[in-house]
């Protein structure tokens, strides 16, 4: 069955592009972030983008740090690498952003679509067709996500990429003329669903024209990425920031602050 998904209509109107166990201090830091045929990035209003630290890439899933910075709005650019176009199912703090409903990345999920060597900006909640709230940076316990009561997430933006399947060859003139008003009804069918359902914070309003587009996205993932935002005081405490670790004291290679692998006490309750 043909789906029918979001295309992101771009401010200028000359293109298109398209609108889909915690790491700690022992995991790898790869200093270098790999090439992947489509790149995830957060931008941050005033910071810019975001530097990322590298946590894992095994092939098809890449995981990295970025530091938050409290009330900054910020949006998720992503782009397409490849030659074909993609289906991007986007999560934040494990909420599907067009949606708004709780996310499990698959194929079957709302998703914007991305063509061949573009790039899409993701700056909201999409709340209709043609309006977004914005994405902001906040504590968890304002956060769009925890007032659905859904902290399983937290701190996590999402994106899984899936590949096109093979477009059935475009039938003659003369058959698209003799279908037409049946051709039509899939397209009406696809816009009355978006219209009848609305879409880190849930910040102000903003303009952002949408377009329903065919798509058929492949049933696996080519490619996922997650990024864990955390405050800059956490990413110290977790080592993963080189600037916080000058002049902290050498840490005891036989007395590992760790617990012996048991629930450490909460951030600023040590006992």
């Known amino acids: 069955m043909v789906k029918y998904y979001l295309l992101l209509i771009a401010s200028l109107l000359l293109a298109l592009s398209a609108c889909a166990n915690s790491p700690d201090t022992k995991q790898k830091i790869f200093g270098v972030r790999p090439y992947l045929p489509v790149a995830v990035q957060v931008i941050g209003d005033n910071s810019g983008s975001l530097p990322e630290y590298p946590v894992n890439d095994d092939g098809n899933s890449y995981r990295a740090y970025v ?4 009330d900054e709005r910020y949006r998720v650019k992503v782009s ?14 494990g909420r599907n952003i067009i949606s708004g409903q709780k996310s499990y990345l ?3 999920e709302r998703m914007y679509i991305l063509n061949p060597h573009t790039s899409g900006e993701y ?26 009561g859904d902290t399983s997430a937290m701190g ?7 590949a096109e399947q093979p477009r059935p060859p475009v039938a003659p003139m003369t058959d ?4 037409g008003s ?4 899939p397209e009406a069918k696809g816009r ?11 910040g102000e309003n903003r303009y952002s024209p949408t377009a329903i587009v065919n798509f058929e996205p492949q049933p696996t993932t080519m490619e996922k990425v997650f990024l864990k935002y955390e405050w800059r005081e956490t990413l110290c405490k977790k080592r993963i920031l080189e600037a916080c670790q000058e002049g902290q004291s050498p840490h005891n290679r036989f007395w590992p602050d760790d617990n012996s692998g048991y629930a450490p006490p909460p951030p600023r309750r040590r006992y």
């Open 67 to 70: 530091q938050a910075n409290r």
């Open 106 to 108: 698959q194929n079957t």
């Open 182 to 185: 049946a051709a039509a009804a």
């Open 156 to 162: 996590v933006i999402a994106v899984a990429v899936y």
């Open 176 to 179: 698209m003329l003799n279908k």
């Open 123 to 148: 700056e909201g909640w999409r709340s209709s067709q043609n309006q977004v709230n914005r994405f902001y940076f906040t504590e968890s316990a304002d956060s769009y996500a925890a007032a659905w």
């Open 80 to 93: 397409n690498n490849s030659d074909q176009r993609v289906g991007l199912v986007i999560a934040v703090d």
């Open 192 to 202: 009355a669903r978006m219209e009848s359902e609305a879409g880190t914070g849930y």
